[in-house]
């Protein structure tokens, strides 16, 4: 199996101008359903496998506290460089964004903002020491190469839009019946364990 990394709103302008992908997992439920509606993907196959979730990120090596002043700590002068996925299309950067906005700091930050082409590009500002903080997935923070490097904050969850997370078969896909029984492997208890081991709720769930 081979694997493609990109912003959901990248991927699904790929899918749409006939990359060779079978399947897709998306961030936001939007994407696949777009997708779905222009007949790129089967819609019998939706499904929603991961409630993602958005943590502040710093650095280990970084003075200021997370957890004690949660996104005020942005507002410290030392904090030069925010990073945080493109809003444009990439749903945890909307979320950033929301979260920023609903916190009423959006106005007092939004020149410090830089934007990585998708979440892990935004982890990897920080972790790169090309930005003092980040607003990235808690699954980023708590990756093997990554949770001892820096310290977080969970955002709460009202503070941002639900990141529904989506995986669909693809239409042209070639190798269908591969895609089903990763789709199907994604649903059994070995998958969503491994996907709250690194931050992910269950659907059913709302942290």
């Known amino acids: 199996m081979k694997l493609a990394f ?4 990248n991927l699904t302008t790929q899918i749409e101008n006939a990359a060779p992908f079978d399947v897709f997992l998306s961030a936001d439920m939007d ?6 509606a222009d007949g790129f993907a089967d819609g019998n196959s939706l499904f929603t496998y ?4 958005l943590v502040l990120w710093m650095p280990a090596s970084s003075i ?11 507002l410290d002068p030392s904090v030069k460089k925010i990073a945080i996925a493109n809003p444009e299309h990439a749903p945890y950067g909307r979320a950033a964004v929301a979260a920023l906005k609903h916190s009423g700091l959006y106005d007092q930050v939004s020149d410090k903002l830089v934007l990585g082409e998708n979440v892990s590009q935004a ?3 920080v972790e790169s020491g090309n930005a003092q903080a980040g607003l990235v997935a808690l699954a980023h923070a708590l990756a093997p190469g990554m ?6 904050w969970e955002v709460p969850s009202d503070a941002y839009p639900q990141l529904t997370q989506g995986a669909v078969m693809l239409t042209h896909s070639h190798g269908s019946k591969a895609a089903a029984e990763f789709l199907n492997y994604l649903k059994s208890p070995a998958a969503t364990d491994v996907l709250q ?11």
Not at 147 to 152: A, E, L, M, Q
């Open 123 to 125: 982890a990897q500002f």
């Open 6 to 9: 990109g912003s959901s709103g």
């Open 31 to 36: 994407y696949p359903k777009k997708l779905i």
């Open 197 to 207: 081991r690194y931050g992910f709720s269950l659907p059913e769930q709302k942290h």
């Open 64 to 74: 200021l506290d997370p957890q004690q002043k949660g996104l005020k700590v942005l």
């Open 147 to 152: 949770k001892d490097k820096g310290k977080s």
């Open 50 to 53: 991961a409630v993602g979730r």
